[in-house]
C-alpha cells in the first residue's frame, strides 16, 4: 500500500467527499433498483430516449440530484437547476425564455429543469412552471423530500409522473463504503482499516451524502496518522466533537425540533420564536414548522383555547401561499400566540386512551337505537327503535346511553382546569352527573 502523505491535495481547494464521489453513470450509481434496474422506468427512459417529466420523491440523501444529471447526461440534455429555497417566478421565466431559444435546440432535445425541494415553491411559482411543461419547451425534474399530492399543485402533478425514492439500506451503505476507500483521490492512499460498521451506518441513517460526510469527518481526526481504525467508538467519539458540522440537518436538526416543541408546551414564547429563527436560518422547510405549529395547537394547547388551531392552519395556508422570506413573519406571530396561550392535552390524552380501547373491542355492538333502519327488515328487527332526537327534549338534552353495553359508562374525556375548558365541565356536570360528578 502506498504511504499516505499529508500533502495530497494541498494547493488546490478539495471539492467535500460526497462531492467528489458522485456517480456520473447509472452504472456508478447505489440504491433504487427498483427504478434503475432492468427493466427499471428509469432505466428505460434512458435507454429508450423517451423522457417525459418527472418527480423524485424520497428522503435526503439518497441520489435525487444525481439520479438528474445522470439522465441529463446520458442523454445529451441541457441541464439547468433551480434551488426553490431561493429562486422565484422570475427565475423560472428565465430559465423557460433560454429553453426556448434556438441555441438550446441544436440537437432537437428539450433541456431539463432539474428543481430541488419543488415543495417550496408556492401555487404561482409552480403556475408558472405549467405551459413550458405542456408544449414541452422543458423535461421536468423536481426533487422533493415532502408528499408531492399535498405539496404540488393538481394541473402540475397531472403533468408528471412520481417516482419514489427509498433510504439507503446497509448494502447500499456497504458498498458507498467500500468505493469511497478504494476509489477517492485522498482516501484510497490513506491505511484505512475499517473494524466496524454499526454506528457508521447507524448515524448515516440510510443517507449516502450523511455516509460520506461522517467518513470525511472521522478519517480527517487522524491527520497526520499513519494509520486509521475506523469503529463504532471512533465514530461515536468524533460525531460529538464534530456536532456542528456533522449535524446540519442530522441529529441537531431533531434537537432544535424538540426544544422548538417543548418552549412552546411549555409557555416560553422567548425561547420559542428563538429556536424559530434557528430553525429558518438552518434552511428548514418553513412548512415543516407550520405542519408542527398545527400540531402543537391541537395537541398541546387544545380546548384551553380552541381559536388556536385556526391561527395555525391558517398561518400553514399562509406559509404555502407566500413562502420566504415573508413567511417568518406568520410563523413568528403564530409561534408566539401558541406560546402566551394557555394549555390543555385533554383532547390529546381522550383520543389516545379511545384508541386503545377501540382496539380491542373492535367487535363491541352499537346499540340497536342508534343504528339507521333504511330497510323494512332493519326496522322489524328493532333498529332505530327507541331512539330519542335531542332537539324535541328540553335543553336539546336525552339521557341516552350512547355506548356499547360493554363500555357503558367509560369516560374519555376528562375536562382540564382552564378558564375555556371550566364552561365545558359545567356543561357536562348538568348534563352527566354519574361521569362528572361536581366537584
Not at 88 to 117: Q, Y
Not at 297 to 323: K, M
Not at 336 to 345: C, D, F, R, T, V
Not at 403 to 418: C, I, S, T, V
Amino acid at each position: 500500500m502506498m504511504e499516505y502523505d499529508d500533502n495530497i491535495g494541498r494547493g488546490r481547494m478539495l471539492a467535500p467527499l460526497p462531492e467528489r464521489m458522485r456517480p456520473q453513470t447509472l452504472d456508478g450509481y447505489v440504491g433504487q433498483k427498483h427504478l434503475i434496474g432492468p427493466g427499471g422506468i428509469l432505466r428505460n427512459m434512458i435507454e429508450t430516449g423517451n423522457l417525459s417529466s418527472f418527480i423524485l420523491w424520497g428522503p435526503p440523501g439518497v441520489g435525487k440530484t444525481t439520479l438528474s444529471r445522470i439522465v441529463a447526461k446520458s442523454l445529451g440534455r441541457e441541464f439547468f437547476t433551480l434551488s426553490a429555497v431561493s429562486a422565484g417566478v422570475k427565475d423560472v421565466r428565465e430559465v423557460i425564455d433560454r429553453a426556448r431559444s434556438n441555441s438550446l435546440f441544436s440537437n432537437g432535445l428539450s433541456p431539463i429543469l432539474f428543481i430541488d425541494e419543488i415543495h417550496r415553491f408556492n401555487k404561482s411559482q409552480q403556475d408558472a412552471l405549467l405551459g413550458a411543461v405542456e408544449d414541452g419547451t422543458i423535461v421536468l425534474i423536481g426533487a422533493t423530500t415532502e408528499n408531492p399530492s399535498f405539496e404540488v399543485i393538481t394541473p402540475l402533478l397531472s403533468r408528471c409522473q412520481v417516482f419514489v425514492l427509498k433510504s439507503l439500506g446497509k448494502d447500499d451503505l456497504q458498498i458507498l463504503l467500500d468505493n469511497a476507500l478504494t476509489s477517492d483521490e485522498v482516501l484510497k492512499y490513506r491505511n484505512i482499516k475499517v473494524k466496524e460498521t454499526d454506528a457508521l451506518f447507524r448515524y448515516s441513517a440510510g443517507d449516502a451524502r450523511k455516509l460520506l460526510n461522517i467518513l470525511e469527518i472521522v478519517t480527517g481526526s487522524f491527520a497526520g496518522k499513519k494509520e486509521i481504525v475506523i469503529d463504532n467508538k471512533a465514530v461515536t467519539a468524533c460525531l460529538q466533537e464534530n456536532i456542528a458540522i456533522y449535524d446540519k440537518g442530522g441529529e441537531m436538526h431533531y434537537d432544535v425540533i424538540s426544544a422548538f416543541i417543548k418552549s412552546v408546551r411549555g409557555s416560553d414564547p422567548n425561547a420559542a420564536v428563538y429556536y424559530l429563527a434557528r430553525m429558518l436560518d438552518g434552511g428548514e422547510d418553513p412548512l415543516f414548522i407550520a405542519r408542527r405549529l398545527c400540531i402543537l395547537a391541537a395537541e398541546d394547547v387544545g380546548l384551553a383555547n380552541p381559536n388556536a388551531l385556526l391561527l395555525a392552519n391558517s398561518t400553514f395556508q399562509i406559509v404555502h401561499t407566500i413562502g420566504m422570506p415573508e413567511a417568518r413573519i406568520p410563523l413568528a406571530e403564530c409561534t408566539i400566540y401558541l406560546a402566551s396561550s394557555a394549555k390543555s392535552n385533554s383532547a390529546y390524552m381522550a383520543i389516545n386512551e379511545a384508541l386503545g380501547v377501540a382496539k380491542e373491542t373492535q367487535t363491541a355492538s352499537v346499540p340497536l337505537y342508534l343504528r339507521n333502519a333504511p330497510t323494512k327488515l332493519m326496522e322489524e328487527l328493532g333498529y332505530a327503535d327507541g331512539y330519542k332526537y335531542a332537539h324535541e327534549y328540553p335543553g336539546h338534552f336525552v339521557d341516552l346511553e350512547f355506548m356499547p353495553e360493554e363500555l357503558a359508562g367509560r369516560k374519555f374525556y376528562e375536562p382540564a382546569d382552564n378558564k375555556q375548558e371550566d364552561g365545558l365541565r359545567n356543561r357536562l356536570e348538568s348534563l352527566w352527573p354519574k361521569y362528572y360528578p361536581k366537584k
